[in-house]
């Protein structure tokens, strides 16, 4: 019985580099969101995306972020040209089929992205 | 826009008393409240949640609280515990949206 899964669990680059996060809904569930959580402060909704669709994305920044669902394979955060302000711990969530109401997300372990 | 305010941020209690963390949130439209514990490096873990239908969810020792015309919601844990001792966030949610806003959080430590 997997939870959500998410891989690496610890990222660390240089200012500039990009970075590549992955989440693995749970079985069954077609729905993601993707949390940023600095360090001491609470969770920030950053985006939320169905199969091949993304839904909201509102709490991503415009620039350098990027999300994708794709119809195989999981749920991919990317960050390009990284900053020393986008260290933080990034969770993934994931629901089942929303039917009208809203759901249970149930977290994955995080990844901490490290920008030196 | 949606907001969640949190309190207390810190909260100390003796093992056995009873601890109470309140949330306040701003959209009227929110109809289902989550609350997460979570331990130092690991994942959220969903411990009670309560949709607008209800005015009160008990779960052994937890139990959570809605007041819809008010719109604040409260995590009541009884008898607690040194494992209790965790951060403790509330989040608001609705049928359109779906995302969670969540809280700033609350530290809860239990001292034996």
């Known amino acids: 019985n997997a939870g959500v899964m998410q891989n690496p669990r610890h990222l660390v680059r240089r200012r500039g580099q990009e970075a590549r996060l992955r989440c693995s809904p749970m079985?069954?569930?077609?729905?993601v969101y993707w949390y940023r959580q600095l360090p001491e402060e609470g969770l920030k909704f950053m985006v939320y995306?169905?199969?091949?669709?993304?839904?909201?994305e509102s709490g991503m920044p415009k620039e350098r972020f990027s999300a994708e669902f794709p119809k195989e394979g999981p749920s991919i955060l990317r960050i390009q040209q990284v900053v020393r302000g986008d260290s933080a711990a990034y969770f993934c969530?994931?629901?089942?089929?929303?039917?009208?109401?809203?759901?249970?997300?149930?977290f994955g372990p995080g990844t901490r992205l490290t920008v030196l | 826009g949606e907001n969640v305010e949190q309190h207390p941020s810190t909260l100390s209690v003796q093992e056995g008393d009873s601890a109470v963390i309140k949330c306040t949130y701003s959209?009227?439209?929110?109809?289902?409240f989550p609350w997460y514990k979570q331990e130092l490096g690991k994942r959220p873990q969903l411990i009670i949640d309560i949709r607008s239908n209800v005015g009160e969810k008990k779960d052994q020792r937890i139990a959570v609280t809605l007041n819809k015309t008010a719109k604040h919601f409260s995590l009541h844990i009884t008898e607690t515990q040194p494992e209790d001792s965790a951060v403790y966030f509330c989040?608001?949610?609705?049928?359109?949206?779906?995302?969670?806003?969540f809280g700033t959080g609350t530290r809860l430590k239990v001292l034996a």
């Open positions: 995306l169905q199969k091949e669709n993304i839904i909201d």
């Open positions: 989040a608001a949610s609705n049928t359109g949206t779906y995302k969670y806003i």
């Open positions: 079985k069954g569930h077609s729905h």
């Open positions: 959209d009227s439209a929110s109809n289902y």
């Open positions: 969530a994931s629901s089942p089929q929303n039917s009208g109401t809203a759901d249970t997300q149930y």
